[in-house]
């Protein structure tokens, strides 16, 4: 059984976290430090919600990949992209919090 460290504080049992935690939760608390009351869950998840959409041009990004290309290399590539661009004024933070999953 493994302790959840976030920023270096001990956060509790990781187990304990993992069954009672969803990925909203996770997202929070790598965030912010803390895990999200009940209505910042409702925020945040509304936000995640908004920011979902994956733009035509990413999707064409992905399809220049050969089909046996490593997967970590392929993350790199579009984090870096992600970043870089400014699509409808969406946060980089944002945006690596949905291509990472």
Same mark, same amino acid.
């Given at each position: 059984m493994g302790l959840t460290l976030s920023r270096g504080v001990v956060g509790g049992d @990781? =187990?304990?976290l993992a069954d009672s935690a969803d990925f909203v939760d =996770?997202?929070?608390l790598l965030l912010? @430090? =803390?895990l999200p009351d !009940?209505?910042?869950h409702a925020e945040f998840e509304? !936000?995640?919600k908004f920011h979902n959409l994956v733009h035509e041009k990413l999707i064409r990004f992905y399809e220049g990949f050969k089909s046996d290309a490593h997967p970590m290399a392929?993350?790199?590539r579009v984090? @870096?992209?992600q970043c870089t661009a400014d699509e409808a004024g969406r946060g980089p933070c944002m945006r690596r919090v949905l291509? =990472?999953?």
């Open positions: @990781g =187990a304990q =996770a997202a929070f912010s @430090g =803390a !009940q209505n910042k509304a !936000q995640l392929i993350m790199v984090c @870096g992209r291509v =990472a999953p």
